[in-house]
């Protein structure tokens, strides 16, 4: 039962609440946001054991707690540009299919509790990867949200067959 | 009890406690679905198993019962307060009869026509009669099917019982069970003049079912009653638990001990440390727990067997072969995760054998073999592996055959078909789309074969080996990991990342320097070694994980040296650290389709760790493409007479820098013992373990034990005692043929013998044996050994306890023996059967299968053996055994524990076979 709620997309979920609170994060100055709820730690700079053969966007797997996390650079998997050199990422862990795998991100923020009010689609202009990876558009004051689909974010298989 | 019919029992009293819930719910809602639907289900599979055990009376009443739950389903009966209790009612008499199941091991005689009779006019809608009364008050003897009540009368002839208990001779005569007697006992001893009414107000339970017939089949049980009582009812004495959980705790031990690992290692630097009391005792209980959850998870191999015989049954009736399936072993225990991963490879291995590997009975004959083929499977353990032979004395392999098919689909060429060795040819049959059956049979022959049988074997880490010969027969060796969770792994590093590479699959580590005599070369870039006559292809890691290049050129790396099968490769790393105990974790699914590692890990010192997968390795290298042929050629040679090596371990004693060695067989355990807890007797160092005092012994006599620290010991055990050999360090365990090259007038050295390139000192066990017991050989003369025949005689040592065949033979290759040991009298005369010459045998007398005189017999009654001077060796040296022995055909006797009377016997009985030549 549970799968087939989380197989829909977070948008319908997104509109059935009054406010959802999202973890928020920032990569190359734009905010994004994942629902609290799928938030398992947030964990600042972490040694990280590579993994050769990997797809790029692994950075690669890390050990929290004695479990093995399998750490993904949003960046690149956003198509951007690699993170500079000696900054340090931070991470949000999430757990999909019984496996954890942290997202690396340049920083993370505050929880918002957003209205649903200011939910919005994607808008058809948006590069078609952030499409993929976009639920949709938190207005926000001053600045827009863009809420992250893990599930499609951590979907490697897509593309790689 | 029959395990099949203990397990049935427990299954079923929780299907049946279930069920009691389900209907009084379904009582209550009697639409709904779900409830209906899972009462169904539970009583169909009760019906089922009985059937399938062979209980036909309870199965006709769930069948009953099935059939109105049938209707209650489909919605053509409606579900009423009777109709519920009409159900219950078959449920409690399910019950009674599995009581009685249980503490008889068979069902009661009697039958249940009323009741079915009542379930059947339920089930056709007819408003059954005897419904409404059959709730409560119970009909004493109401008229039922008349068959049913005629005992009561002339009870020394009930038919009913008489017929039952023919089904059940025919039933357990099938099932083989050891407790066939007590069926036919019980039967006559039930009393006679019990006249159903007469025995119910003797029943100390209320009557349950109120049933005619169940007077009579509580007869027996009544008098079976005492013995049942007194045993706790076996559908309480275990419980079932899900596998998951089971599962789970495996996981939590293991990281139990990984972390009780990194906090040993932690304190192993500090010698003063408080924590070291305390971390002695956590390590001790882990260790326990580990094996108490390890000891869940087993279960005997036989389980996966359990449906061979049948198969190979109606196999041989479908070819019309006659075939004798012999299972050796089937008590070895192995996880259950393994067995389920081995037992569709095994069945297919064992139909092959039958199908491909028997002749029909006029080509045996022809061939001048027993018309009856036989099928062996024999499991035991070693090492840390199980070892599972599946061999025939049919055919063989057809290498021609094969050959040609090689050839005809392109797996090879002609000309390298023509170098290649037999055994090579051979291996092909563990390539995809060969099948040598010429008939696509129901059973084999379709292409589906031997290569999904590897790759599965290989998958948990097993190899599989195969030996054929042309007329002989072929015999397929599996060696599996006891257990998946937990490995040992040698960590190694290239450009600064470590990996782990299970320990299975390593055969040795080669370091490469600029000056060592062993060099990487280079064939078009393509990095070769040569090592001991061979070429073995490498391959770079690096390379081969696209990890960057490292600065510069390395002073010095490692090859380790890898075997996928018989393929056997290296793997060029940066550097070797040491082994660890690993617990393999799946990679995340994102990962899965690298593959090159076959899980990753946290290492003691808490960083994440990928394994390599050395199959993915050596498939990425080539060897699926044959590319390696002519390498495979030596490695396969190579692992032909790999039977013929000893295993070594190889330690240091703290006397020098003196390489010293031990055969492994002869190891029990290796521990580290706690200098502080040395205690005294008689003068000499005790240390107390695993319940029992064990001596301490050093190699040096002299060597000062200290008073705290660690200090590693070789336990060695035979039967309930054993003994430690302190040494001051381990080395490692290497393979090598045995030789001893120089022996040494020491006590307590064998000789020196070549190992791993280097000369190693070789102990003799035994001397420190008698130096921990003075009785263990039930001698205390010191060892002295006579080397005076240079030219190698051939001995064949029998002897069923690996003890001595290990202790035997070095003792007999330092005096100048070329030893080959066998533990049964069986694998003896397969050897005398493949051709094998030998100037003297020795034989154990108490071996189980043929004994030593028997074996004797077999001897000198045909083939090339019958002149060949043999040595009988036993425990018991009385007049009359010696009689015996020289009766059978044993030229002399020698107590087992005699070993200089020994070497003297085999000098003499040469001479004298000689002599007389």
Known sequence: MNQIVARGRDSQEVLAAETQDYVTMFIEGQLFGIPVLTVQDVLGAQKITRIPLAPREVAGSLNLRGRIVTAIDVRLRLGLAPRPEGEQPMSVVVELGGELYSLMVDSVGEVLSLPSAGFERNPPTLDPLWREFSAGIFRLQGKLLVVLDVMRLLEFTRQEA | ?917
């Open chain 2, 1 to 917: 009890m029959d395990d099949l019919l203990s397990e049935f029992l427990t299954e079923t009293a929780e299907s049946l406690a279930t069920l009691d819930v389900e209907l009084v719910n379904l009582e209550q809602n009697p639409n709904d679905p779900k409830i209906l639907q899972n009462i169904f289900r539970l009583v169909h599979t009760i019906k089922g198993t009985c059937g399938f055990l062979g209980l036909p009376r309870l199965e006709t009443v769930a069948h009953a019962a099935e059939n109105v739950l049938g209707k209650f389903r489909d919605g053509d009966l409606e579900v009423t307060p009777d109709a519920v209790t009409l159900i219950l009612n078959s449920i409690d008499r399910i019950k009674e009869i599995l009581g009685h199941l249980e503490q008889t091991e068979a069902e009661p005689e009697g039958n249940d026509a009323d009741l079915i009779e009542r379930l059947n006019a339920m089930a056709e809608g007819r408003a059954a009669p005897a419904a409404s009364s059959g709730e409560s008050d119970a009909p004493p003897a109401p008229p039922g099917p008349g068959e049913a009540d005629n005992p009561a009368d002339d009870a020394p002839s009930w038919p009913v019982a008489a017929e039952l208990e023919a089904e059940f001779a025919e039933l357990l005569g099938k099932n083989d069970k050891p407790a066939a007697p007590s069926v036919p006992a019980s039967v006559p001893s039930t009393p006679a003049p019990a006249p159903a009414t007469a025995v119910q107000p003797v029943e100390e339970k209320p009557a349950a079912v109120p049933a005619a017939p169940k007077a009579e089949a509580k007869a027996p049980a009544a008098s079976a009653a005492p013995v049942g009582e007194a045993k706790e009812s076996v559908a309480n004495q275990s419980i079932r638990v899900n596998v998951e959980l089971l599962e789970n705790l495996m996981t939590l031990v293991s990281e139990l001990v990984l972390t009780r690992n990194q906090l040993l290692q932690m304190v192993r630097g500090k010698d003063d440390s408080e924590f070291a009391t305390p971390l002695q005792r956590l390590s001790h209980i882990t260790t326990d727990l580990q094996e108490g959850v390890m000891k869940t998870r087993m279960q005997p191999i036989g389980n996966a067997w359990a449906k061979l015989p049948r198969i190979v049954r109606d196999l041989s009736l479908e070819m019309g072969k006659k075939i004798d399936l012999q299972m050796i072993g089937a008590e070895t225990e192995l996880d259950r995760q393994v067995l389920e991963l081995i037992k569709d490879p095994l069945t297919h291995m064992v139909r092959n054998s039958a199908d491909h590997g028997l002749e029909g009975p006029e080509e045996r004959r022809a061939a001048g073999k027993p018309e009856v083929g036989k099928v062996v499977l024999n499991a035991y353990h070693e090492g840390g592996h199980i070892i599972i032979e599946i061999s025939d004395d049919g055919r063989g392999l057809n290498l021609a055959k094969i050959r040609a098919k090689a050839i005809a689909n392109g797996l090879v060429s002609e000309a390298e078909a023509d170098a290649m060795t037999e055994q090579q040819i051979a291996q092909f049959i563990f390539r995809a789309g060969l099948s040598t059956a010429e008939k696509v049979t129901s059973v084999s022959g379709r292409g589906v074969g031997m290569d999904v049988v590897r790759s599965n074997i290989e998958k948990i880490g097993g190899t599989i080996e195969l030996k054929t010969a042309l007329g002989k027969g072929s015999t397929f060796t599996i060696k599996i990991p006891l257990t998946l969770a937990i490995v040992s792994a040698l960590i190694v590093e290239c450009s600064n990342e470590r990996f782990a590479i299970p320990q299975i699959s390593v055969l040795e580590l080669v370091r490469v320097t600029p000056n060592s005599e062993h060099k990487i070369e280079v064939i078009n870039s393509a990095p070769v070694l040569r090592l001991r006559d061979r070429l073995l292809p490498l391959v770079s890691l690096k390379k081969l994980l696209r990890l960057e290049e490292g600065e510069d050129e390395r002073s010095e790396t490692f090859i380790v040296i890898t075997q996928v099968g018989t393929y056997t490769f290296g793997i060029i790393v940066d550097r070797v650290f040491d082994t660890e105990e690993i617990v393999v974790k799946p990679v995340a699914p994102i990962l899965r389709h690298i593959t090159m590692f076959s899980g990753n890990t946290i290492l003691g010192d808490g960083s994440v760790i990928m394994i390599l997968d050395p199959n993915g390795i050596a498939s990425a290298t080539g060897e699926a493409g044959m590319a390696g042929a002519t390498q495979a050629a030596d490695s396969k040679a190579a692992r032909v007479d790999a039977n013929e090596r000893t295993s070594l371990l190889v330690f240091r004693d703290g006397t020098g820098d003196d390489l010293k060695a031990v055969p492994l067989a002869l190891v029990a355990r290796l521990e580290e013992i706690d200098l502080a807890q040395i205690e005294h007797s008689h003068g000499k160092p005790v240390v107390q373990y695993r319940g029992h005092l064990m001596p301490l012994v050093a190699i040096d006599p002299h060597m000062d034990l200290g008073k705290e620290g660690r200090q590693p010991v070789l336990v060695f055990s035979d039967r309930d005692r054993s003994m430690g050999l302190v040494v001051e360090e381990i080395v490692d365990i290497v393979e090598e043929h045995l030789k001893v090259e120089l022996a040494v007038d020491q006590p307590g050295l064998i000789g020196t013998a070549v190992i791993s390139g280097k000369a190693t000192d070789l102990i003799d066990a035994g001397y420190y044996l008698t130096q921990a017991f003075g009785d263990w050989f039930g001698t205390q003369e010191e060892p002295s050994f006579d080397n005076e025949d240079g030219s190698q005689r051939r001995v064949l040592l029998v002897d069923d306890s690996p003890f001595f065949r290990n202790l035997l033979t070095p003792l007999l290759s330092v005096a100048g023996y070329d030893v080959t040991a066998v533990d049964s009298a069986d694998k003896a005369l397969a050897l005398r059967d493949t051709g094998r010459e030998f100037d003297i045998i020795i034989s154990d007398i108490e071996m189980p299968g043929l004994s030593g005189f028997d074996f004797a017999t077999a001897v000198r009654s045909e083939g090339p053996w019958r002149q060949v001077p043999m040595v009988a060796l036993s425990s018991h040296a009385t007049e009359r055994d010696f009689e015996r022995g020289r009766q059978v055909g044993f030229n002399d006797y020698v107590a087992k524990f005699d070993r200089d009377a020994l070497l003297e016997t085999l000098m003499q009985t040469l001479a004298a076979a000689e002599g007389a030549a």
